[in-house]
């Protein structure tokens, strides 16, 4: 039942990160532009090296894995990639500064919902992800 309610509470932090990534983009006060959407790439593509990563590699080394940390260095590009990506286009004029903060705000709670995922559901227990 724990599972449960952890999977609950994670898609209410993805549905209210990706609200504040369509408010940025699709608010008239900020001129209904839809450049920000390319973020979505961002959200798609973070978790896939870690997730090969834990697939390659056997756990039972308590060293550290060369290939665990390449995984650990992509994601942190993909994701500094995605809050640099609003400020680049706030500061090239394509979208508005405002939009620029909902954008990382959503941003914020995106992320902080694929960390979520991975802790809770990231142990070999009986709420693995890789079950599924």
Do not use: H
Request: charged content about 10%; aromatic content about 16%; proline content about 4%.
């Amino acid at each position: 039942m724990a599972g449960i309610k952890a999977l609950i509470s994670l898609s209410f932090g993805g549905a209210i990160g990706l609200m504040f990534l369509m408010l940025g983009c699709a608010l008239p006060v900020y001129n209904n532009k839809y450049w920000p959407l390319f973020l979505l790439f961002f959200y798609i593509l973070s978790p896939i090296p870690y997730c090969i990563s834990r697939r390659v590699v056997d756990d039972t080394d308590s060293a550290s894995n060369a290939c665990k940390e390449l995984a650990i260095f992509l994601t942190t590009g993909i994701v500094i990639s995605a809050f640099g990506l609003p400020i680049v286009f706030a500061r090239a004029q394509v979208i508005a500064w405002g939009a620029c903060a909902l954008v990382l705000t959503g941003n914020v709670v995106i992320f902080g919902t694929i960390l979520g995922f991975f802790l809770v559901f990231g142990s070999n227990d009986d709420f693995s992800w890789q079950q599924w």
